[in-house]
């Protein structure tokens, strides 16, 4: 029971997650929908791995896909079609449950099923790898360094493009309030408050969105008072047809576009502290930190319940993944 299973290991990001915890010395079995068998057989033929192909809706075909299984790291968006069932899954089969998610409603559903989870000895760490590992840790750097933090503002700076796989999951999420956490509880806001954040070369505008990290960075800080911003170059969101969209950016673009992120912590006496993250473009960081995240849930670092990367891990765990630096300002 320390095999890896990476659902929707034949797209985009599952392929890269694959391969980097295969060099991580991890033991993957591949899985995915049947529609991708021709694709899942030709990456275990050069992985030299096990494939299982199952619906995530058709309950005995996962639950005898999941034998043997000791943790699943799912990265098949849109989540809000894949998190649930795989979750269920997991607690039936007393698996680790791992994704990358984006979207809010899935960090819902998690807090849906701490108990369960809890109850069944399972984990569920959503945001294994991503936004989410990347601004938690940046998050709790920055909250250490004032006494009583009660306000935080973060923003993420996308650069890049986005994959087909993303820009599928973001056009279908559901959660299109935007919203930010106001003494502890998710409130409305308006969409065009933009505010200015410097990255690392000067102010940046940057506007409001509805980021995970609403849940996870309180779940993990206490900070009462959340706002969640995104910084985008390189070009808007995409528009048109996503289905005839690039499979995501390549190794060329992503090496030339890094990631940045930028927090702004408030303590009770009034202390403004500023802190800044340089990281690799974020489709690398996030299948290298997922990758990272299973080996060490494989190996035994669990919590049982609904979790988040840097309550888990520990604030310094972004700085683990490839070149990523925290700077305080």
Do not use: W
């Not at 599952?14 to 079995?29: K, L, P, W």
């Not at 969101?237 to 005839?244: H, I, T």
Request: net charge negative.
């Amino acid at each position: 029971m320390n095999r890896l299973m990476i659902y929707g290991a034949a797209g985009y990001t599952g392929r890269m997650a694959t391969a980097n915890a295969r060099a991580a010395g991890v033991e993957v079995v591949l899985a995915g929908r049947p529609g991708d068998e021709s694709r899942l057989e030709a990456l275990a033929a050069e992985m030299g791995a096990e494939y299982r192909l199952f619906a995530v809706d058709d309950v005995p075909a996962r639950e005898r896909a999941l034998s043997g299984i000791a943790v699943l790291l799912n990265c098949a968006g849109p989540f809000m079609r894949t998190a649930e069932p795989l979750i269920q899954a997991c607690l039936s089969a007393g698996a680790h449950y791992l994704d990358i998610a984006a979207e809010l409603d899935s960090y819902r559903l998690a807090e849906r099923y701490d108990q369960a989870a809890q109850a069944a000895g399972v984990m569920l760490l959503p945001g294994s790898g991503g936004s989410v590992a990347m601004l938690g840790c940046l998050a709790g750097h920055a909250a250490r360094r004032v006494a009583s933090p009660c306000k935080l503002s973060i923003a993420l700076h996308v650069a890049g493009g986005f994959s087909r796989g993303s820009a599928v999951s973001a056009s279908e999420n559901v959660t299109t309030e935007t919203l930010h956490r106001v003494d502890g509880e998710l409130v409305s806001r308006a969409s065009d408050e933009v505010r200015e954040f410097d990255f690392g070369d000067g102010p940046a505008t940057a506007f409001p969105v509805t980021l995970p990290e609403l849940i996870t960075i309180s779940r993990a800080t206490g900070i009462p008072n959340i706002d969640t911003y995104v910084h985008v170059t390189d070009g808007a969101f995409p528009e048109g047809d996503l289905a005839a969209m690039p499979d995501g950016p390549t190794r060329e673009q992503r090496e030339a576009n890094r990631y940045h992120a930028a927090v702004e912590v408030t303590g009770e006496d009034g202390t403004v502290v500023r802190s800044i993250l340089d990281t690799v473009n974020g489709y690398t960081f996030t299948t290298l930190a997922a990758a990272e995240a299973a080996r060490r849930v494989v190996g035994g670092e669990v919590q049982a319940g609904f979790q988040t990367p840097a309550g888990l891990f520990g604030d310094g765990f972004a700085e683990t993944i490839a070149d990523t630096t925290i700077v305080d300002l």
